[in-house]
């Protein structure tokens, strides 16, 4: 970037009227980021970089911090913390009052933290000598700090998979702040979680869009016991992370080949996995190295986060137009999940990318064997015409129970995550042991983790992260949100059809359009 | 092995407005009722085997095989679902619907049951095929893997008490529609007297298997303060506290003889809830 381009650009930033002080400041900071030279690659990586196939989702030339922290805050309020002075706490108001202080001092790209910890369990051992009346007051005042102070759609908390009185309250505070932040979830366990804490948070999709569901034996038997999902379900260790999160467009690699499916599968595709590798390599020599981040930063130092929990995540996206395309060339013109000849191939082509991820090692990523993690990536505001991760596209879902048997073989082989979103007509709100019917059926067929979005409802899910109808109106008027992420939100809408998604009744009369 | 058939107009897999839970659907061919206000038209007939629906056809996806009885062979993979065979069907039926016997019927449940609180039997009217209802029943009851599904009816009630005596040993709740309690408005809307439904609704409740009634509104027929007020004071008689489910008439899919029929507004749907509510009926739902 030329200096002249660089004050171009910092100007229009600091005069912006769309964007608050704090959005101005983190603007700049990236801007100057951008400053810093790329950390080094060769030839065919960069072009791949330049040209998009491969996606760095904008976490700057010069990574200073993990992209995905997931600080042990129950390590934390055991040890208190020297660098922010802080002992361990002995009550619910210091607990409370622990976090927020912590919470503002957890790096992430966004400027806000993705792990707010995994709240019942965390506070549960604080709440013996309080009355329900106090605690309801001070976690509403608690959980609508994090929503004031850390505006950002990807803060995300875990709740379950026991039945506590913390989660139940947690989300009867929700149905009734209707808050985007933070997001959360709920990892369900069907031999330890109660249907009466599921139809609690049933209720609470019904309200505001959340928590999303995690098949949590699943989780536990590929990350152990303490992992969380955070930001855009992304699951990892807790006291762990991932360095980066960079993505490879499964459609555009099609684009670019030449040649019969078979040779896709066996040249092409591993190419560009190789090549994706290889930014992230680089990107996590840059941060262990270069910025010794782990040397640096307090959390590091007191133990709250440590190298040996960390990998980096490998993502994908436009599953569905690479199958579509490749299919398409050999003249089937059939269609990724309404067509069992293009599900297969799905299976293989990420069944041969966990393989290449499986036998690659990559540095500094003991926290998953020395190899990457393999995530499907929900997308984001600028993707046009390219669906996420390995999602069934807009519109074009099949019934649920196709759907779910589609989508279905792809989640074990996610470690990091992966995310379907079924839709669902209003009226479904009487009834919501039907949901609670889906939800088991759902993790009975393997699914790892997914979320429900209700037709017309307030609370919009983007990607991963939710974004109000409300906000989104009032963006489009003045140009300016308080949360960063409706404008992420507010051009998904616009580039992606979010609101094209397939509606799913229920009684489907038939319409034979008699006069 | 089970070959008891029968004819089924088609199946959903999932539900979430036909009793408790997501369920899969069996709607039967057939109705003994014929409401102006029916939304499902092509569900009350049986094929008269006249052939209309295989001249209209456009991919020739229906054929009609003489013999005694004559059968109709209908190939899924050309259907376009134009609904043209339904448009030109004199006596409401739909060649689409075909006979399926048990274990068919059990294969496609046990497919889907990961996902199911239980099934429901719909229609048409399913006590017309009353005898299939119960094979099917007592096959889910009697299958390892389906043993905790629920089993319900969706009926219109008029089914005499010894046929639901035959049915309440596999049977775990049922939905019955109530057009109107006045028997004037009963009679224009569907054709019929209310008796043996209101006889249906008591002897039901009394047996603790009646899940839900559901009440059609519709302006001008059964929706006056006069009619609303007498029939919660009925219901809370034969029925109390029985869940009620108010469904406000809508136009889509109904015949051209509805076309006088007015929609109710939401006021009107949340006026007679409060109504029901303040006569003991908790549970009273509008969809």
Redesign the interface.
């Known amino acids: 970037m030329s200096l002249k381009e660089f004050r171009y650009r910092a100007e229009q930033i600091v005069v912006d009227p769309g964007l608050t002080y704090q959005q101005r400041r983190h603007n700049m900071a990236l801007l100057a980021e951008e400053l810093i030279e790329y950390p080094p690659l060769g030839e065919e990586a960069k072009q791949a970089l330049d040209d998009r196939i491969i996606c760095d989702l904008f976490e700057g030339h010069a990574p200073y911090r993990a992209r995905y922290i997931l600080p042990d805050y129950e390590k934390a309020f055991q040890q208190g913390s020297e660098f922010l002075e802080l002992e361990p706490p002995t009550n619910l108001a210091e607990a409370l009052n622990f976090l927020t202080i912590l919470y503002s001092q957890v790096p992430s790209i966004t400027g806000f933290p993705v792990y707010l910890g995994d709240v019942d369990r965390l506070l549960t051992p604080y709440i013996t000598e309080i009355s329900d009346q106090d605690l309801y007051q001070q976690l509403k005042l608690f959980w609508r700090a994090a929503d004031r102070m850390l505006p950002d759609g990807f803060v995300h908390a875990n709740l379950g998979p026991e039945d506590t009185k913390i989660g139940r309250m947690i989300l009867r505070i929700e149905r009734e702040l209707k808050q985007v932040v933070p997001n959360l979830t709920l990892k369900y366990d069907p031999t330890v979680t109660t249907d009466e804490l599921l139809l609690e948070a049933v209720q609470t999709v019904f309200a505001v869009g959340k928590p999303h569901f995690a098949n949590h034996p699943m989780m536990v038997g590929d990350l152990g016991e303490r992992y969380a999902v955070v930001s855009c379900y992304n699951s990892l260790k807790i006291g762990g992370g991932s360095h980066t999160l960079t993505r490879l467009n499964l459609k555009d690699t099609v684009v670019r080949h030449s040649g019969d499916t078979g040779e896709y599968l066996q040249r092409t595709l591993p190419h560009y996995v190789e090549l994706t590798l290889q930014v992230m390599e680089a990107r996590i020599k840059y941060l262990v190295e270069e910025a010794r981040f782990f040397e640096h930063d307090f959390l590091a130092q007191e133990g709250l986060i440590e190298l040996e929990k960390f990998s980096a995540m490998f993502g994908i996206f436009g599953l569905a137009e690479a199958v579509n395309l490749l299919l398409e060339r050999e003249g089937r013109r059939v269609k990724y999940g309404q067509n069992e000849e293009a599900n297969q191939l799905s299976y293989q082509i990420t069944d041969r990318i966990a393989q290449i991820l499986a036998e690659r090692s990559l540095p500094y990523c003991q926290g998953n064997g020395g190899r990457a993690f393999f995530h499907s990536q929900s997308g984001i505001d600028l993707d046009i015409e390219v669906t996420a991760g390995t999602r069934i596209p807009y519109g074009e879902e099949p019934d649920l129970y196709e759907h779910i048997s589609a989508v279905a073989p792809h989640h074990c082989k996610f470690q990091a995550g992966i995310s379907d979103i079924f839709h669902f007509e209003r009226p479904v709100v009487n009834n919501p042991q039907a949901i609670i019917d889906v939800i088991k059926g759902a993790f009975r067929q393997g699914m790892r983790e997914f979320t429900f979005n209700l037709a017309d409802g307030e609370f919009v899910r983007i990607t991963g992260y939710l974004v109000r109808r409300s906000d989104l109106v009032k963006y489009e008027e003045n140009k300016r949100s308080r949360y960063d992420s409706t404008v992420l939100g507010s051009n998904a809408v616009k580039n992606q059809g979010i609101f094209q998604r397939k509606r799913r009744v229920i009684n489907n009369e038939q319409n034979p359009g008699v006069s | 092995m089970n070959k008891t058939q029968g004819l089924v107009n088609r199946i959903?897999?999932?539900?979430?407005?036909?009793g408790?839970?997501?369920?899969l659907?069996i709607f039967l061919q057939g109705c003994n009722m014929n409401c102006i206000n029916c939304?499902?038209?092509?569900t009350i007939g049986v094929c008269n085997f006249c052939g209309l629906c295989t001249l209209k056809c456009p991919t020739k996806a229906i054929e009609i095989y003489s013999g005694e009885p004559p059968w109709i062979n209908f190939d899924q993979s050309l259907c376009l679902n134009c609904?043209l065979c339904?448009?030109v069907c004199p006596v409401y039926s739909?060649p689409r619907s075909r006979w399926m016997e048990i274990d068919e019927a059990v294969k496609i449940i046990q497919q889907?049951a990961?996902?199911?609180?239980g099934i429901t039997v719909s229609g048409g009217e399913a006590t017309l095929q009353i005898e299939f209802v119960r094979e099917l029943f007592v096959a889910i009851k009697d299958d390892a893997q389906l043993s905790r599904l629920t089993t319900f009816i969706d009926t219109n009630g008029t089914a005499p008490i010894y046929k639901w005596e035959s049915l309440l040993p596999v049977l775990d709740g049922a939905m019955v529609d109530l057009k109107a309690l006045d028997v004037g408005a009963h009679q224009s809307l569907t054709g019929r007297v209310n008796e043996l439904i209101l006889e249906t609704i008591s002897f039901l409740h009394q047996e603790g298997k009646l899940y839900e009634v559901r009440l059609l509104i519709i302006p001008d027929y059964n929706s006056s303060e006069e009619q609303i007020e007498q029939t919660v004071e009925y219901l809370s008689q034969i029925c109390p506290q029985t869940r009620i489910r108010l469904i406000p008439y809508r136009q889509?899919?109904?015949?051209?003889e509805a076309d006088h029929l007015q929609q109710p507004d939401e006021e009107l749907m949340e006026r007679i809830k409060v109504r029901f509510f303040n006569g003991g009926f908790g549970d009273t739902?509008i969809?």
């Open positions: 959903i897999p999932f539900s979430s407005v036909d408790p839970g997501n369920r659907v939304h499902n038209p092509h609904d339904l448009q739909n889907k990961d996902f199911l609180s889509h899919g109904v015949r051209s739902v969809t």
